[in-house]
């Protein structure tokens, strides 16, 4: 029964991070008021209240975006050095 749980367990922390994508790119634009982040391709995101922004965030700046469950969650962004 142990080696059940314990391979259910796996399988489901296993499944968690499939779900998890990097959005890289650079930023175009950045509204602190709204927090949204809109990269020189389009596309925007909107970062949580519980997530940090990096002080550093500005216009021109390269950055990566952590999101799971099919980019309906940002879990981090982190600017510059991460490459």
């Not at 550093?56 to 700046?61: D, E, F, S």
């Amino acid at each position: 029964m142990k080696k059940l749980i314990l391979a259910a367990a796996a399988l489901t922390l296993m499944s968690g991070a499939a779900l998890a994508t990097e959005v890289d790119g650079v930023v175009a634009k950045f509204n602190p008021a709204v927090r949204v982040i809109t990269l020189t391709n389009g596309e925007s995101y909107t970062i949580p209240r519980d997530v940090a922004i990096p002080p550093q965030l500005a216009p021109g700046k390269r950055v990566a975006i952590d999101e799971h469950d099919n980019g309906t969650k940002i879990d981090s962004v982190l600017v510059g050095s991460y490459m």
